[in-house]
T-cell receptor, first 113, second 115 residues
Framework: EDQVTQSPEALRLQEGESSSLNCSYT??????LFWYRQDPGKGPEFLFT???AGEEKEKERLKATLTKKESFLHITAPKPEDSATYLC??????????????FGQGTTLQVKP | NAGVMQNPRHLVRRRGQEARLRCSPM?????VYWYRQLPEEGLKFMVY????????ESGMPKERFSAEFPKEGPSILRIQQVVRGDSAAYFC?????????????FGPGTRLTVT
């Protein structure tokens, strides 16, 4: 069964303490891997798309990387406003034109001042 | 450019009633997706629609749930005879024309509570 696993489930950091979130997937072939941020009571906010191993994308303090079996979301010198749940999702290959995304359970990040 | 709009934001229904959730995609987007987020669970795909067509409904429960995206107007997710287990946040997402999937932009969600 195709799976997306995120770790850790929860992460507490001090402001300025850099770290990485992991997303591993067990799918054969990948049409895309996506990172989202979700704040409590809100919808997921799109962050990055990665399509091939070796690809990297950056936005402010966030940097996403992709290998053949996993992706990392690196957070450099985080601030309290980076506190949120970070979701990883994969777009699977398959017959037809499916738009189905498979989401991981998320990593809830708390950054303390 | 307005984002994905969903209404209502909160909906309370008694067991056995019907729930109708509406979604207007981003301007220029022709693909709509519905996802459900149960308490303490991740987002689960339900259905993918284009105008007047259901493309993939592999995540929809077989009974009581239906979805449409008419030529005019918003996409509708309809839940008949709601039960307590339907209580969840329902999110709609949209993406631009072209191959389905890709970058999906989410709305704020409708939080359904069944009493």
């Amino acid at each position: 069964e195709d799976q997306v696993t995120q770790s850790p489930e929860a992460l507490r950091l001090q402001e300025g303490e850099s770290s990485s979130l992991n997303c591993s997937y067990t799918v054969s072939g990948l049409r895309g891997l996506f990172w989202y941020r979700q704040d409590p009571g809100k919808g997921p906010e799109f962050l990055f798309t990665l399509y091939s191993a070796g690809e990297e994308k950056e936005k402010e303090r966030l940097k996403a990387t992709l290998t053949k079996k996993e992706s990392f979301l690196h957070i450099t010198a985080p601030k309290p406003e980076d506190s949120a749940t970070y979701l990883c999702a994969v777009h699977l290959p398959g017959s037809g034109n499916t738009g189905k995304l498979i989401f991981g359970q998320g990593t809830t990040l708390q950054v303390k001042p | 450019n307005a984002g994905v709009m969903q209404n209502p934001r909160h909906l309370v229904r008694r067991r056995g009633q019907e729930a109708r959730l509406r979604c207007s995609p981003m301007k220029g987007h022709s693909h709509v997706y519905w996802y459900r987020q149960l308490p303490e669970e991740g987002l689960k795909f339900m259905v993918y629609l284009q105008k007047e067509n259901i493309i993939d409904e592999s995540g929809m429960p077989k009974e009581r749930f239906s979805a449409e995206f008419p030529k005019e107007g918003p996409s509708i997710l309809r839940i008949q005879q709601v039960v307590r287990g339907d209580s969840a946040a329902y999110f709609c997402a949209s993406s631009p024309p072209g191959l389905g999937g890709g970058e999906q932009y989410f709305g704020p969600g409708t939080r359904l509570t069944v009493t």
